[in-house]
């Protein structure tokens, strides 16, 4: 079973445009890691961000991390059409397994 | 240096066949998963190795799945008497230690039960 849910289920955006996603968990973690992923194949791992971390960077990425509410957010600046693709945040409670959300789809239109 | 590799990239079987699929983990890393994908659904959790022995096996769904790793490297993931509702694509991914660090994915193999 999954543990995450993502809003919105789908994006579609214009080139430049921020992207925003939210995930929500039911559960206490260890970390949050997001991930993208293009046509349905490999994952390619984007940030980490650990239970005792608020808010976290890298490049255009932001996320942050709010324990109390069980949720997180992956905010994109300036988007690219390079951007387009499905993105899963995943939790690690006490196990190492990670566990996905279902994705939100993200369209950057030119 | 090079990522997670897994081979076939594409398998195409009928009901009621074995297939094997295997996962070269990054050199180095200790801890490899397995996942598998269904269409539109996010990768769910299938099993766990921590060296040669699995460290958790409770994703996979019935004793017709079963993997190895006998060396502590490369990784096959074993289906018997396949079924159609094995249809997905099987994820591969490793980590340095296993220690709630970043999981590392590959490519994928696409399974298609006939």
């Known amino acids: 079973s999954q543990q995450g849910e993502e809003d919105p289920q789908a994006l579609s955006i214009q080139e430049g445009e921020n992207a925003t996603m939210n995930c929500s968990y039911k559960?206490?973690?260890?970390?949050l890691q997001w991930y993208r992923q293009n046509s349905g194949r490999g994952l390619v791992h984007l940030i980490l961000i650990r239970s005792n971390e608020r808010e976290k960077h890298s490049g255009r990425l932001r996320v942050t991390l709010d324990t109390s509410k069980k949720s997180s957010s992956l905010l994109i600046t300036a988007s690219r059409a390079a951007d387009t693709a499905s993105y899963f945040c995943a939790t690690t409670q006490g196990a190492q397994k990670l566990v996905f959300g279902q994705g939100t789809r993200l369209t950057i239109n030119p | 240096g090079a990522g997670v590799s897994q081979t076939p990239s594409n398998k195409v079987t009928e009901k009621g066949k074995y297939v094997e699929l295997r996962c070269d983990p990054i050199?180095?890393?200790?801890?490899l998963y397995w996942y598998r994908q269904s269409l539109g659904q996010g990768p769910e959790f299938l099993i766990y190795f921590q060296g040669t022995g699995a460290a958790d096996d409770s994703g996979l769904p019935n004793d017709r799945f079963f993997a190895v790793r006998p060396e502590g490297s490369v990784s096959t993931l074993k289906i018997q008497r396949t079924e159609r509702g094995d249809s997905a694509v099987y994820l591969c991914?490793?980590?340095?230690?296993?220690?709630?660090?970043?999981?590392?994915f590959g490519p994928g193999t696409r399974l298609t039960v006939l």
């Open positions: 991914a490793s980590s340095l230690t296993g220690l709630g660090d970043t999981q590392y």
């Open positions: 559960t206490s973690i260890n970390n």
């Open positions: 050199s180095g890393h200790t801890a």
